[in-house]
């Protein structure tokens, strides 16, 4: 009995560490997109249809916005920097619109590091980590939000950028054809959700 427990202890094992191996590279394509992408978020000021109307209509004016501030920004370190110093301008730009269709709400932004699960999107898919994020918050912010990548310009309504802007043809393979890596992806997240709980 116990040589029984002992082997299924080794293969447990080495199961455990064929599958850590094999994520090294993926786990480098990861972290790869967490230090070359910069994500938006923008939280509603409730679930009512109306808000949650207005939410996509400050993002539409937002990304609109958001092009001339990336038009010749090229590496990751200079979008860190020109989010940072048109915070302002997207606030204002997010709160103009707000107050042209009617609505009193304030609009708070701010530039920080936010924590995302795993997300699909029409062509791409990142992994759950964290990612550095401009995060506006209409009214009460305690609608539905909506988020997406804000450099490289990859979202609807910014224009036609690609995440081989600022990553590597390997890396942007992953997240362009990530149905090949389902398995991969899910194991991040799980990882990723644990050290989000132990605050790692």
Known sequence: MFKIRLFNLALVSALVSVTLFSMLGF?????????NIIRIRILANSDSQIDQELKFKVRDAVLE??????GEVNTYED?????????????????????????DYSVAVCFK??????????????????????????GEGKGKNWWCVIFPQVCVGACSGSLEDTLSKETADKAYNSKNYTVKFKTVEIFENIKKYLDF
């Open 27 to 35: 786990s480098s394509s990861c972290n790869e997109m967490y230090d």
């Open 65 to 70: 916005k958001s092009k001339s501030m990336f």
């Open 79 to 103: 979008a860190l920097a020109v989010t940072d110093k048109n915070l302002d301008a997207l606030r204002e730009t997010a709160q103009n619109t707000v107050y042209e269709l009617g609505f």
């Open 113 to 138: 590091e936010e924590f995302f699960d795993t997300r699909e999107y029409e062509d791409f898919t990142l992994p759950a980590g964290k990612y550095k994020t401009a995060v506006f918050t209409l």
